[in-house]
């Protein structure tokens, strides 16, 4: 039940991000793409879990999703239906389809916003042996990684912080 849907592309074809924006990072997850600008912005197109809700004749075009809009963003993943995007400060945003608990929490089933990320308290973390990390070291985000249902996420410290689904031992 598509509102609509774009011609296909058979070769490379350039794609609109608005006057004076360029791409620095591309993720592409299944029905949308996200495109960090280097102004350190989020643009998104496709999916409208994703990409939010659009008129027919605004698909296609890439738009700032309001609730990241004003962040320092330097980080992106796609991961089949949902998305990671990361601050300067180490904050993980989620949103988009929370199965098996992919957008670290248990509900909603839907995440129609990007909210920050829930990570286990510092003392839930083992420090042991490394030397000049901070609690914040240890919280802050640096990369991320989706998967079809599941989120893996690196620290600062070089911890990963993983959640969803482990069918495979993945996690």
């Known amino acids: 039940d598509k509102p609509f849907e774009g011609p296909t592309r058979c ?3 350039g794609m609109a991000l608005g006057k004076g ?3 620095s990072v591309v993720a592409c997850g299944t029905h949308y793409t996200l495109v960090l600008t280097t102004h350190m912005s989020l643009l998104a197109c496709g999916k409208p879990l994703i990409a939010g809700h659009r008129e ?7 738009k700032q999703l309001p609730t990241l809009v ?3 963003l330097v980080g992106v993943s796609a991961g089949d239906g949902h ?3 990361i601050t300067a400060h180490g904050t993980a ?4 389809e929370n199965r098996h608990s992919c957008c670290g929490r248990e509900y909603p089933a839907e995440l ?3 909210l920050a990320m829930k990570l ?3 003392q839930s973390l083992p420090v042991g042996g490394i030397d000049g990390l901070t609690i914040a070291d240890e919280l802050a985000i640096q990369d991320a990684a989706c998967g079809l249902e599941h989120t893996i996420l690196v620290t600062r410290s070089g911890r990963l912080l993983v959640c969803g689904n482990n069918s495979f031992g993945q996690l």
């Open 11 to 13: 070769r490379p074809t």
């Open 21 to 23: 924006r360029r791409a």
């Open 56 to 62: 027919p004749s605004e698909w296609g075009m890439p």
């Open 70 to 72: 004003g962040l320092p």
């Open 83 to 85: 998305a990671v995007v």
């Open 93 to 96: 945003f989620v949103w988009g």
């Open 112 to 114: 129609t916003v990007p």
């Open 120 to 122: 286990p308290s510092s």
